[in-house]
């Protein structure tokens, strides 16, 4: 692909966020007057944080008709292994003056010198298409919110809170006296020194207690597995219960916040609370969905991508196996179970296909052999065997995984169907294990980073159809593959369907995007 070269817009309007007020300056001189009519005539815009931008807009009504740059989010493409973004460092990083009683002026050098770079790294297509609208997007929803049943909330947690004293008092008596089971230190004590079971990473508050290690011992002593679960409902209750009761505004509405520069393969991210981390996978965890609510009037409308990342395998490697199964709507995880597992058609079991998902999403990963036998249970030859014979059947995923690995070692960097960039500086390595390590992230970067653009995709696809043609309904949540819009009642069939469309229509690939779809009342219930 050819380098962008379109020219640097020096007569844009520059605009940062100063201590909470708008700031918009034409060159280095503060623009004083109408800030609405200058913002909305579309006159091109320079941001220094869009999402920040974007945010202080819908707080003063004001709709800007073109951003086509910004600082925070072109640094985040031109390297996402970057701890921060935080102007006066981009400036020490690309050799800016930084200027503190006059940012600005730092603003408009360091945006050139960042434009004139994601123009060389042929990005600026995907900044402007998918970046930028997006940040408006995610504005948009941190301002919706989402209704939340505190009073549930709280009846769940005092449901909890019997079942961890229960579980201390039953890991208590297994050790024979009390102590603090949350503490790694007396933790460590209890179970390697006084009960005597085999110890096996030393670290400096003593031997490890994580959860492999714990895991590792499940066979050896009936305390491990009451603390596995004590665990998992403290985490449950404090991060949870806890957290999202703490998160609940005076109207009754949870605000998160979305993070679009955190993660190094393009998905986003949220915190306070981490709505993306909310525990799905076990009963109890699911139950969580159960209070995040529509309003009075309203329904969730939820739409989740069903095997997206497999889907775009198949469509990136070309592998004509994996093509045929989607596009004949039959089973990935059986047809893997009855190739990999030498079983024939109608004979892979429930087991056998868990197994076989197991072997899918670790391929998409960059498994190795000894985290797959952890992973199913079988041996590492087996495990071995398994991927072997997983890359024999899907043999066009075996070629496209190799030419990913071959062209990261000789450009440095893996790149996705749109164009993202991810720099793999362990791929260089001569250290074995951290090479290996940049090999997986070469082999599944492309896969994970092409299913996060889709997301984004269908993201600003559905908010502007929403905006256009039912303004009443809004996109307020995007967890992983999934995306959830709060429309009132009489509308939500239209909604739903926009939402279906939107997602299944935002790219085209060689093989159909599905989309599963359900409106209810809570978030549980569209499930």
């Not at 995880?333 to 058609?345: G, L, N, P, Y």
Request: glycine share 6%; charged share 30%; aromatic share 8%.
């Amino acid at each position: 692909m050819t380098a962008d070269k379109t020219p640097y817009d020096k007569n844009a309007l520059n605009v940062l966020v100063l201590d909470g007020e708008m700031a918009v300056f034409r060159d280095t001189t503060r623009v004083d007057g109408d800030i609405k009519s200058i913002l909305e005539s579309g006159e091109a815009i320079h941001a220094g944080n869009a999402k920040e931008f974007y945010t202080k807009c819908i707080q003063l009504n004001i709709e800007p008709k073109n951003v086509t740059f910004d600082m925070t989010l072109a640094a985040y493409l031109l390297d996402v292994n970057a701890s921060s973004y935080d102007m006066e460092q981009l400036c020490t990083k690309y050799s800016v003056d930084f200027n503190e009683k006059e940012p600005v002026k730092s603003l408009i050098l360091l945006n050139k010198v960042l434009y004139d770079e994601i123009c060389a790294q042929d990005m600026l297509k995907i900044l402007r298409d998918i970046e930028i609208p997006l940040a408006e997007v995610l504005a948009s929803m941190e301002h919706e919110g989402i209704a939340l049943d505190a009073d549930g909330l709280a009846k769940f947690g005092e449901e909890i809170l019997p079942k961890i004293a229960e579980l201390e008092e039953m890991v208590c008596g297994i050790a024979g006296h009390k102590f603090n089971i949350g503490s790694p230190k007396q933790l460590s004590v209890v179970l390697f020194e006084e009960l005597g079971l085999p110890a096996g990473k030393k670290r400096k508050t003593g031997y490890s207690t994580d959860s492999e290690t714990l895991e590792e011992l499940l066979d050896k002593s009936p305390i491990i597995q009451p603390i596995l679960d004590y665990r998992k409902l403290t985490k449950l209750y404090n991060t949870y219960v806890k957290g999202l009761q703490n998160a609940v505004s005076p109207d009754g509405r949870m605000y998160t916040t979305f993070k679009q520069t955190e993660t190094r393969t393009g998905r986003i991210s949220s915190s306070e609370p981490n709505i993306q981390n909310i525990p799905v996978r076990t009963e109890l965890g699911r139950n969580f969905r159960k209070f995040l609510i529509a309003s009075e009037g309203k329904v969730l409308c939820d739409a989740d991508y069903s095997q997206i990342e497999l889907r775009v395998l198949a469509s990136l490697s070309g592998d004509k196996v994996m093509i045929e199964t989607f596009k004949e709507n039959r089973d990935i995880h059986a047809e893997t179970a009855e190739s990999v597992f030498r079983k024939t058609t109608g004979q892979s079991n429930a087991d056998l296909r868990r197994k076989a998902k197991a072997v899918n999403f670790g391929i998409v990963y960059g498994i190795g052999a000894f985290s797959l036998a952890k992973d199913i249970g079988t041996t590492v030859g087996d495990a071995k065997r398994y991927i072997d014979d997983y890359l024999t059947h899907f043999s066009g995923v075996k070629q496209y995984m190799d030419t990913n690995t071959r062209s990261a070692e000789a450009d440095g960097y893996a790149v996705t169907m749109f164009g993202r960039r991810r720099f793999i500086p362990e791929i260089l390595s001569t250290n074995k294990v951290v090479k290996a390590l940049g090999k997986r992230i070469a082999m599944n970067t492309p896969i994970q980073g092409t299913a996060a653009d889709i997301i984004k995709i269908a993201m600003i696809r559905v908010y502007k159809r929403l905006r256009k043609e039912l303004p009443q309904a809004k996109l307020i949540l995007q967890v992983h593959d999934e995306l959830i819009v709060e429309a009132p009642e009489a509308v939500s069939e239209q909604a739903l369907k926009i939402l279906k469309e939107e997602m299944q229509c935002a790219v085209e690939l060689s093989v159909p995007l599905t989309v599963d779809a359900k409106s209810g009342k809570t978030w549980f219930d569209t499930h």
